[in-house]
C-alpha cells in the first residue's frame, strides 16, 4: 500500500484535532445551507434522514401498538392505514433510499478516490434541497390526515376511490426522487472522471463500486417511477382514467411501472449496504477482500440483474404463467450475486486478525440476517410458495431482515465505523457494543415470529387478526420496543460524542483506505495534496505497517 | 512499503485558470465531467418517456382500434409543419455549437436568436393544436362528434364513433402525457437558452470554454429525437387506410 501518509500519527501522543478543517473552516448558518462541501451536505443529509427515521419509526410504533390486541383498539382502521402507509412511504422514500449513498457515500466517495469534492457540487446541494422540499410535501401529506393507500400507490386505490392526501404525498415522493436521480448522476461521473492519478477502477474500495451500482439503479429507475406517480396524479386531478379498467385501462400496468422501480429500488437500499459491509469485513479482518473482481462484479449483476425481477410482485395480480414463470427464474438467479458476496465475505474472515469493534458487530449482524432476508427471498421466488405467503407477514419479515437487517445494520455500522472521520471524536464503545447487541436481539424479536405467523397466514396491512396469532404479535411488539431502545441509544452518545467525544485522531482503527490517510476531520478540499495511488485499497501485506488500535 | 508519492500542484491548482472550478485539475477534465454528466441525465430522461412510450405501445395493442381512429382525429399539417420546424431548429443549434466552438461570437448568437424563435414556433402551433381539442366539432374520418380533451366534463365522442370512445379516450390521454411532457421540456429548453444567449451576448464563451453551449445543444436534440419518436407513433402510423 502506498498512498501517502498524511497528516499525525495517533500512535504516537495522545491525538489532538488538526486545526483547520471542514467543520471549522467557515461558520454561520449560510456557510451551511448554501455550501457545496460534499462532506457538509452529507451532514445535512444525516440530519435530516435521522429525522425521517424517527418519525417513520414513530408510526411503526403505533402500527405495533395496534397490533398488541387482536381487536385492535388503539386506532379505527381508517387511521390503522394512514398509520403502516405513512411508516412505508417515510422509512422507504425520505429514509432507506438516500440512507446510505447521501450521507456516507456523499461524505466519502471523493475522498475514497482521491478528489476534492463530487464532480457537481452545486447539483449535490440541489439534491438535498429537492429531499427536503419533497419531505415538507409529504409532512403536508401527514398534516392534511395522511396517506392510507399503502407505500405502494397502487391504482385504482389511490387514483379513484382513496379520500386521503395522496396527492401531496405522491408529488412529495415525486420530488425526493430528484434527488435521488441527481445524486446518482453525481456519482457516476464522480467515479467515472474525478479518481486521483492511480486509482484505477480495480485498486477502488469495494464501497465506490457498489455506489456506482447504486447510482445506476438510480439513474435509469427512479424516472420509471416518476412518470408512473405523475399519471397517478393525472388521473386523479383529471380523471382521465389511464389506469381505469371502465374505459380499457389497466390497473395492473400502475403495478408494471411501479416494480420496475421499486424493486431495483431495493438495491438501492441494500447495495451500499454492501460496500459498507465490504469495507468493515477487509477493515477488522486485516484482509483484502477474498474475490475483490467477483465483489465489484456482483454489485453491477445484482444492478442488471434487479431491472429483470420486477413481476416477482404480481405473481397473484393476473400474471401469465409463462411470465411468472420467467420472473421467478430470473429472480433466482439475483442469488448467485447476492451468494458470491456472502461466501466472499465470510471466506475474508478466514485466517484474518479480526477485532471485534462495534463496527464489526454489526457486520457480523448484517451477514447472519442478510442470509436469512436472502434466503428467503427465494421463497417468495418461487412462483407456488408466493401464492401461499403473498401479502402476508411472511412478505414483511422477509423485507425487514434485507431493509433493516440488511441495510440498517450496515447503516449503523458504517456510521461507528466512519464517526472519527465524520466527527474528529471517538464514539463510546462500550456503550456502543450495548447497543448493537440491543438492536440485534430486538431486531430478531420483532421479525422472526411475523415468518411464523406469517407462515400461519397473517395477512399484512389488516388492523386486527384472529386471536390464536397474539403471541407472535406480542413477541414481535416486545422486540420492536427493545429496537427502539437500540436506536435511540446511537442517537444519544454519538450527539454526546460530537460535542464532548474524546479526539480520534487520523486513523484510529489502523487501516488503509485514502479516507484515512487525511484528518480526521478532512480539510475543506480534503487532501492537502493530490494523492497518487499505487495499489488496491486493503492490501495488508505488511505486517509491520499494521497499526491496531 | 513501495514509495509515497504525492503531486506538488498546489492546494488549489483552479485559482490561476479562469472557468475551471475549484475542484477540477483541468479544463479538460471539467469538460469531460460536464458532458457525461449531461449524457447520464439524458438517459434518466429517456426512462422518463420510456414509461410513457411502453403504456402507449401496450394501450395500442389492446385497443388498436380506438387509437387508430383517435390518431386519425389529430392534425396531420400542423404535427407535419412542427416536426420540420423542430428539425430545423436542431440545425440551427448545431451551427451555434460549431460557432463557439471556432469562436465566432455573432453567428453564435445568431443561431441560438434562431433556435430560441423556432422553438417558439413550435410552442405556438402545438398551444392551437391543443386547444381544437377543447372544441366539440365533427369527426374528420367518421360520422361522429368529438370533443377530444380527456378531461372528466370534456371529454365526449358521439355518432359512430361512440363505442369506442374509452378507447379513444386512453389514446388522447397518452397523446397529452406524451406531447404535454415533450412541451414542458421545449419550455424549460427555452428557458436555458435565454441564458445561454445573454452569455453569449456578453461574450463569454471563448474555443477553451463554451461547454454550456455544447450540453444545451445535447438537451435540445434530445428533445427533439423525443419529438421524432412521437411524431410518428401518434400522427403517423395508422394512417396507411
Known amino acids: 500500500m502506498s498512498t501517502p501518509v498524511i497528516g499525525t500519527d495517533s500512535a504516537v501522543g495522545a491525538p489532538a484535532l488538526p486545526s483547520r478543517h471542514y467543520l471549522n473552516e467557515t461558520t454561520g448558518w449560510k456557510s451551511w445551507l448554501l455550501t457545496t462541501d460534499h462532506k457538509r451536505i452529507g451532514l445535512l443529509y444525516l440530519i435530516t434522514i435521522t429525522g425521517f427515521f424517527f418519525l417513520g419509526g414513530f408510526f411503526a410504533l403505533l402500527v405495533r401498538l395496534q397490533l398488541l390486541n387482536p381487536t385492535g383498539g388503539l386506532m379505527t382502521p381508517d387511521v390503522y392505514n394512514r398509520a403502516f402507509t405513512m411508516h412505508g412511504v417515510i ?13 456516507l457515500g456523499n461524505f466519502l466517495i471523493p475522498i475514497m478516490i482521491g478528489a476534492k469534492d463530487l464532480a457537481f457540487p452545486k447539483i449535490n446541494l440541489l439534491s438535498w434541497y429537492l429531499l427536503v422540499i419533497g419531505g415538507v410535501f409529504g409532512l ?51 467515479i467515472h472522471r474525478m479518481r486521483a492519478p492511480g486509482m484505477t477502477w480495480f485498486r477502488l474500495p469495494l464501497f ?55 424493486h431495483p429500488a431495493v438495491y438501492i437500499m441494500v447495495l451500499p449496504g454492501m460496500g459498507v459491509i465490504s469495507e468493515l469485513v477487509a477493515a477488522y479482518s486485516r484482509k483484502n477482500i477474498f474475490g475483490y473482481s467477483f465483489v465489484a462484479f456482483s454489485s453491477l449483476a445484482i444492478a442488471v440483474v434487479g431491472f429483470l425481477v420486477w413481476g416477482h410482485h404480481m405473481f397473484v395480480a393476473g400474471e401469465t404463467p409463462y411470465s411468472a414463470l420467467l420472473f421467478s427464474a430470473i429472480s433466482y438467479l439475483v442469488a448467485i450475486p447476492s451468494a458470491i458476496k456472502t461466501f466472499n465475505w465470510t471466506a475474508t474472515l478466514y485466517k484474518g486478525s479480526i477485532s471485534y469493534q462495534t463496527p464489526m458487530l454489526y457486520a457480523f449482524g448484517f451477514l447472519g440476517l442478510f442470509l436469512m432476508g436472502g434466503l428467503t427471498g427465494l421463497f417468495l421466488a418461487a412462483v407456488g410458495l408466493d401464492v401461499h405467503v403473498h401479502d402476508t407477514y411472511f412478505v414483511v419479515a422477509h423485507f425487514h431482515y434485507i431493509m433493516v437487517g440488511g441495510t440498517l445494520m450496515a447503516y449503523l455500522g458504517g456510521l461507528h465505523y466512519w464517526w472519527p ?19 440485534f436481539v430486538g431486531f430478531n424479536l420483532t421479525f422472526f415470529p411475523q415468518f411464523i405467523v406469517g407462515y400461519l397466514g397473517m395477512p399484512r396491512r389488516y388492523a386486527m387478526y384472529p386471536p390464536e396469532f397474539q403471541v407472535y404479535n406480542v413477541l414481535s411488539t416486545a422486540g420492536a420496543t427493545i429496537l427502539g431502545v437500540g436506536y435511540v441509544l446511537p442517537m444519544v452518545y454519538f450527539t454526546w460524542s460530537w460535542f464532548r467525544g474524546r479526539p480520534a485522531g487520523d486513523n484510529p482503527w489502523g487501516v488503509k483506505g485514502l479516507e484515512w490517510q487525511t484528518t480526521s476531520p478532512p480539510p475543506t478540499f480534503n487532501f492537502d495534496r493530490t494523492p497518487i495511488v499505487t495499489d488496491a485499497t486493503h492490501l495488508y501485506g505488511h505486517a509491520e505497517e499494521v497499526k491496531v488500535a | 512499503m513501495p514509495e509515497a508519492a504525492v503531486t506538488h500542484h498546489g492546494v488549489h491548482p483552479g485559482t490561476h485558470i479562469p472557468r475551471l472550478q475549484h475542484h477540477f485539475d483541468t479544463m479538460a477534465q471539467q469538460k469531460e465531467a460536464v458532458t ?34 383517435a390518431s386519425r382525429e389529430l392534425d396531420l399539417t400542423l404535427g407535419a409543419i412542427n416536426t420540420v420546424v423542430l428539425i430545423g431548429s436542431s440545425l440551427t443549434v448545431a451551427l451555434g455549437v460549431h460557432a463557439a466552438q471556432v469562436g465566432k461570437t455573432k453567428p453564435l448568437v445568431s443561431y441560438l436568436l434562431l433556435t430560441g424563435v423556432l422553438g417558439l414556433v413550435f410552442l405556438v402551433i402545438k398551444y392551437f393544436e391543443y386547444s381544437s381539442k377543447f372544441e366539440l366539432h365533427e369527426a374528420h374520418h367518421a360520422a ?18 361512440a363505442p369506442i370512445a374509452g378507447e379513444m379516450r386512453l389514446f388522447m390521454v397518452l397523446y397529452f402525457a406524451l406531447t404535454g411532457m415533450h412541451a414542458l421540456h421545449m419550455i424549460i429548453g427555452i428557458g436555458i437558452l435565454a441564458v445561454i444567449l445573454w ?43
Open chain 1, 140 to 190: 403536508a401529506s401527514l398534516g392534511g390526515g395522511g396517506v392510507d393507500t399503502g407505500w405502494t400507490f397502487y391504482t385504482p386505490y389511490s387514483s379513484m376511490s382513496s379520500n386521503s392526501r395522496v396527492l401531496t404525498g405522491a408529488i412529495g415522493v415525486f420530488i425526493s426522487g430528484f434527488s435521488s436521480i441527481l445524486t446518482g448522476l453525481n456519482f457516476i461521473v464522480t
Open chain 2, 199 to 241: 452569455m453569449a451576448m456578453k461574450g463569454e464563451f471563448t474555443p477553451g470554454w463554451y461547454a454550456p453551449v455544447e450540453i444545451f445543444g445535447l438537451y435540445w436534440h434530445f428533445v427533439d429525437i423525443v419529438w421524432i419518436f412521437l411524431f410518428p407513433l401518434l400522427y403517423l402510423v395508422n394512417r396507411h387506410g
Open chain 2, 36 to 69: 457525461l454528466g449531461m449524457w447520464v441525465f439524458l438517459v434518466t430522461e429517456i426512462m422518463f418517456f420510456g414509461g410513457m412510450f411502453c403504456a402507449y405501445m401496450i394501450y395500442r395493442m389492446w385497443h388498436y382500434d380506438g387509437f387508430v381512429a
Open chain 1, 421 to 439: 472521520k465524520i466527527s474528529g471524536k471517538l464514539y463510546p464503545e462500550g456503550w456502543s457494543k450495548l447497543s448493537a447487541l440491543i438492536v
Open chain 1, 91 to 103: 422509512m422507504v422514500f425520505f429514509f432507506l433510499i438516500p440512507s446510505i449513498p447521501a450521507t
Open chain 2, 144 to 161: 361522429a362528434m368529438v370533443r377530444l380533451f380527456p378531461g372528466a366534463g370534456w371529454f365526449e365522442v358521439t355518432g359512430d364513433l
Open chain 1, 208 to 262: 465506490v463500486w457498489s455506489h456506482y451500482a447504486t447510482s445506476l439503479i438510480m439513474v435509469l429507475g427512479t424516472p420509471v417511477v416518476a412518470i408512473s406517480i405523475l399519471l397517478v396524479a393525472f388521473e386523479r386531478v383529471l380523471r382521465v382514467g389511464i389506469f381505469d379498467p371502465t374505459i380499457g385501462g389497466d390497473p395492473v400496468l400502475f403495478q408494471h411501472l411501479f416494480w420496475f422501480y421499486s
